[in-house]
């Protein structure tokens, strides 16, 4: 089973450019989500969609962080413009929604990540 | 406000050896907790996970401990093998319809050493 696909891995830009991420999520899978990790901590939520509906998005700058989710599969995550405080990884991940027993969660599976340096 | 803490930044253990990472959280409302492994350049990846309704839960080499009246769970990793040398992750969730949110903690970077 091909795992979360991300794009690209690496990507410098300067303060106030644009910039933005792609990830394919595993096949069939429901839910994605999008994390942001800044050195040192663990990752933060920016963004959670079912299909192509946003369930959380609370935590999102939305001034300068947009997401979409085409057709319920892949997905983009943009920023514009960068402010030097954004230089992170940002991790897509994805999860099967199902009936589980009770007590069970479904199990988030993370893409590789794309580390964003702004200059 | 961090809800889930890992105190410890790092920890080096003896191959062989146990290993006992700690985390704390302060919601009461998590009813479910996780923890993932990361290897550089890569991914966190699911290592193994507990239901509030548990006190422990194990799989292979790896043991959660759930004590929920103070608040804390540790991972249990025994022997520890030099391939376990990653930055593990402690996570919780409160209940939800399907989909969970995932707070994380700030992580331990655990080295083995031969």
């Known amino acids: 089973e091909a795992g979360v696909a991300q794009s690209p891995r690496y990507k410098i830009i300067e303060k106030r450019q644009s910039v933005a991420f792609w990830c394919n999520p595993i096949?069939?899978?429901?839910?994605l989500y999008w994390y942001q990790q800044i050195l040192g901590q663990g990752p933060k939520l920016l963004i959670q969609f079912q299909n192509n509906g946003v369930v959380d998005d609370s935590q999102l700058p939305k001034d300068r962080f947009s997401a979409e989710r085409l057709k319920g599969v892949d997905s983009t995550l943009k920023i514009q413009p960068a402010k030097l405080e954004d230089s992170a990884v940002y991790l897509c991940?994805?999860?099967?929604?199902?009936?589980?027993?009770?007590?069970?969660?479904?199990?988030?599976?993370f893409g590789p990540g794309t580390r964003l340096t702004v200059l | 406000d961090q809800q889930v803490k890992q105190n410890s930044p790092s920890l080096s253990v003896q191959e062989g050896r146990i290993s006992i990472l700690n985390c704390d959280y302060t919601?009461?409302?998590?009813?479910?907790f996780l923890w993932y492994k990361k290897y550089p350049a890569e991914g966190p990846t699911f290592l193994i996970s507990?239901?509030?309704?548990?006190d422990k839960n194990e799989d292979g080499r790896f043991t959660v401990f759930l004590n929920k009246s103070a608040k804390h769970l540790s991972l249990h990793i025994v022997p520890s093998q030099p391939g376990d040398s990653a930055v593990y992750f402690c996570?919780?969730?409160?209940?939800?319809?399907?989909?969970?949110?995932?707070?994380f903690g700030q992580g331990t970077r655990l080295t083995i050493n031969p």
């Open positions: 507990i239901s509030s309704i548990k």
């Open positions: 991940a994805s999860s099967l929604v199902r009936v589980r027993l009770a007590g069970e969660r479904d199990t988030q599976y």
């Open positions: 919601n009461s409302m998590f009813d479910y």
């Open positions: 996570a919780a969730s409160e209940r939800a319809q399907g989909a969970q949110k995932l707070v």
């Open positions: 096949s069939g899978h429901a839910t």
